[in-house]
């Protein structure tokens, strides 16, 4: 008689659960590694200009006692009268310097702003950096790709919705996952060794992964019309001015 042919066996949910957390783990690599990796670079953004900007650099045996805000904002105000005082930032460590975030017309008519760095304690001016540097561009790019903020932080922040569902299927697709931290890696062939290594540090990272998905949701909320508490407020005495 004629042969009949055999229906294809529907997957089974486990395998469903694993080709979902396949497909979902290869579509993040890429650019969540980019995300991932402008945000390290990121976290020493400040001692790289540092390197770059011998005006933010101060020697700490120099600097003592709180911050001279009032010394500051008189040798700003008497170096360059014109220019409008937009913050004052506190160094970061001992050997930097502070910074105002100044605007100003410059030789072209245009306004533009850029940093101005003085010593914490005297208020002496050390120099001037333009407003991009190493902590803009890869804050940038982490955020947004450097796409407007409106386009690129619900890009970025919407990666944690892909986090979240690697999240929640390395729990189906790794049984008894709890045996895993102090499970050894298995060496001989390739394959199983990197798998081996794979679910090991996929243990040891669950933590980071659901706080990155859940801070991700946060932002993704908030850009795309949550809205979050205000930022709180601190009162400081005004500086006095010489004149």
Known sequence: GEKVPRARNAPTRARVWWLVHQWVGVKLTLLMSFVLLTGTLAVFSNEIDWLLRPAMRVDSDTVMGP???????THIAKAEPGTQVQSLNAPVDRWFAASATVSGVDEDGERKTRFIYAHPTTGEL????????????????????????????????????????????????????????????RTGRAHMTWGDIHRLAGVWTLWFVLLMALTGLWYLVESTGGRSPPLPQVRVAPAEIDN
């Open 67 to 73: 911050v001279n805000w009032g010394a500051i904002a």
């Open 126 to 185: 050390q120099g001037v950096g333009p407003w991009v540097g190493a902590q803009r561009i890869l804050r940038n790019l982490h955020r947004h790709l450097n796409m407007p903020v409106g386009v690129g932080v619900p890009i970025v922040s919407s990666l944690a919705v892909l986090l979240l569902v690697t999240f929640v299927t390395s729990f189906v697709v790794y049984k008894k996952w709890w045996r895993g931290f102090f499970r050894p890696v």
